[in-house]
């Protein structure tokens, strides 16, 4: 692990850097404040430090107080230390940001089990920030295929739609949904038809650009939103999206499993200000078109199918095999 | 005005403390040693003309940096007259300085044919 100290005193920092390199550290120096806090502020700078309290250019507890402002993104352990030994020099380092101090000349038994005390507090950091990132990612992405789920991939669509309206600029929503997936289901089983939804979800991911977004609409529909791609690259970018789909089959547990996909496309170019609901309805409409043209294709919305400021019939739904 | 009363109680050089200090390793302590020839008489040459001209803060500073390497390496008579120096430059306590000073300076003279002698006997 590595751990930085800053001391002025050349003779101090070889001593506690023997010490410490002994004990199994990559250490690394710095000979006043200003430096030691420069390293600390690094994002891969050092999580545990020792820090002399008198220092040219910035002292310890104003090194502290540095990166408490300023490193946010993971915890530094930092140890001050002091020749001070009065309860106010004390409460000052403690309150300034340092977690521990340590009276010069330091014992090498102690100021180990410190530093012992210090990486533990970090690794139940590490655990705590690795929890959090995961009910983070639980939350927001779909748990079969890693996707953005339904509530994320509406979210980005309406920030995006905001976004262009602004700015003036263009967008493009793709719903695509997997034809004849039950039957996938009802002949392969619901294993096999997961496995099917995973490679579908890969190979999306590959299609698009690192910006666009791509998300689990509901069981086997999935909408992918294209910023900044305007109508006329839409329905090319679509035809591209769905031949990665059927170009190959997916290769699952229970072999290869041919699949096709159709898709339903809006650009930004044709609608004006509508409610969101009002666009999932035209691409879903646009989608059936797919659908009803046989499917494995992709078929562009026409915007005035709804009069504006009206929700549009519910004619997408009944009855219709996907 | 009080002298500054050298403090016989403790020990010139502690070098049992510290070889537990370097964990016995003897190649650290000649290392520290020689840093502490090197460096020591630029400090005090600094705390000198501090004293001479009653600069209290560079007086607090350069005594400080003294004391941290002395106590470091265990020479804790030396370390304590220069923490009385610390604390008059803190205090900006000008009477006794220089008397101060020279006991000191007397410290660490002492000390040098000890480290001399040491660092003689580490290069054969």
């Known amino acids: ?322 | 005005m009080q002298k500054p009363v050298q403090n016989m109680t403790a020990p010139a050089f502690n070098f049992a403390n510290l070889l537990d200090r370097v964990e016995n390793d003897r190649e650290l302590l000649r290392d520290l040693l020689a840093i502490f020839k090197q460096d020591s008489p630029r400090h005090l040459l600094s705390l000198k003309e501090a004293v001479l001209h009653s600069e209290m803060k560079q007086v607090q500073a350069s005594s400080h940096t003294l004391k941290g390497m002395l106590s470091n390496l265990s020479m804790d008579r030396a370390a304590d007259a220069a923490a009385n120096l610390e604390q008059m430059g803190r205090h900006e306590e000008r009477a006794g300085l220089k008397d101060a000073l020279t006991l000191l300076e007397q410290e660490v003279a002492d000390l040098m044919p000890m480290v001399d002698s040491y660092l003689q006997r580490a290069r054969r």
Not at chain 1, 270 to 295: C, I
Request: aromatic share 6%; glycine share 8%.
């Open chain 1, 1 to 322: 692990m590595n751990i930085l100290i800053a001391d002025d005193d050349r003779l101090s920092r070889k001593l506690l850097e023997k010490i410490l390199q002994r004990a199994g550290y990559d250490v690394i120096t710095a000979e006043n404040g200003r430096q030691a806090a420069e390293q600390l502020c690094r994002p891969d700078g050092p999580r545990l430090a020792l820090l002399d309290w008198m220092m040219p250019e910035l002292d310890g507890p104003g090194v502290c107080r540095e990166v408490r402002r300023l490193r946010n993104l993971s915890y530094v352990h930092m140890i001050l230390l002091t020749s001070k030994e009065s309860k106010q020099d004390v409460v000052q380092g403690l309150q300034s940001g340092a977690d521990d101090y340590l009276i010069k000349p330091c014992d090498p038994e102690e100021l180990k089990a410190r530093l012992r005390t210090g990486q533990r507090i970090l690794q139940l950091e590490d655990k705590l920030v690795e929890a959090r990132e995961d009910m983070r990612f639980n939350a927001t992405h779909d748990t079969l295929t890693g996707l953005f789920n339904r509530g994320v991939i509406l979210d980005l669509l309406g920030r995006e739609l905001v976004r262009i309206q602004r700015e003036q600029g263009c967008t493009s929503i793709l719903m695509g949904d997997v034809d004849y997936f039950k039957k996938v289901n009802d002949t392969y089983g619901h294993m096999v038809g997961d496995e099917v939804l995973e490679e579908i979800a890969r190979r999306l991911l590959a299609s698009v650009r690192s910006y666009d977004f791509v998300g689990r609409y509901g069981g086997e529909e999935f909408l992918i939103v294209l910023n900044s791609c305007n109508a006329s690259f839409a329905l090319a970018r679509a035809e591209e999206i769905r031949k990665s789909i059927a170009q190959d089959p997916v290769q699952t547990s229970r072999g290869l499993v041919a699949v096709t996909m159709s898709f339903g496309v809006l650009s930004s170019k044709d609608w004006e200000a509508r409610p969101l609901e009002h666009l999932l309805r035209e691409t879903d409409v646009a989608l059936y078109a797919a659908k009803a043209a046989g499917r494995n294709c992709c078929k562009v919305a026409k915007c005035d199918s709804f009069p504006q400021g009206s929700l549009a019939p519910q004619q997408a739904s009944p009855g219709r095999a996907r």
